[in-house]
């Protein structure tokens, strides 16, 4: 048996499979949404411009607040563009398949059997972006 060989259908089956897809579509919405793209180039500048006046012998504290400001505006702005809906919505479902996947490829190694062993799904299970209530991933 050869495992790289499985591994790589597996990999093709995964490539295959709604969840997959979905994401594909969204990532290519991302990518031809100009107006997106345009906050998301915004966004990296004014990130850089305050990583500079962080990096200054004494930083301006007004604007770094500016910087701040501005970024928390434009993020949330990019959060809540419906492409950016969709890609991040579409990202936590492929997230989940391939999380749950790792746990079976976890269990069997672990000794379980390959046939019956299911994973723990807790409530809200999938990654949410904290780790403080997170029994790891």
Do not use: W
Request: hydrophobic share 30%.
């Amino acid at each position: 048996m050869d495992l790289i060989k499985l591994t790589r259908q597996l990999g093709a089956a995964i490539q295959q499979d709604e969840r997959y897809l979905a994401f594909q579509a969204a990532r290519k919405a991302n990518e031809e949404d100009e107006g997106l793209n345009d906050l998301i180039g915004k966004l990296n500048l004014v990130q850089l411009s305050y990583q500079h006046e962080a990096e200054q012998p004494e930083p301006d504290e007004n604007k770094l607040a500016q910087y701040d400001d501005e970024f928390r505006s434009l993020y949330s702005e990019i959060m809540q563009n419906p492409n950016m809906i969709n890609y991040e919505n579409t990202r936590r479902d492929l997230d989940e398949l391939m999380n749950y996947i790792m746990q079976i490829l976890a269990m069997c190694v672990n000794g379980e059997d390959p046939e019956t062993c299911e994973p723990q799904m807790n409530e809200g299970a999938g990654c949410h972006g904290s780790c403080s209530s997170c029994q790891g991933c």
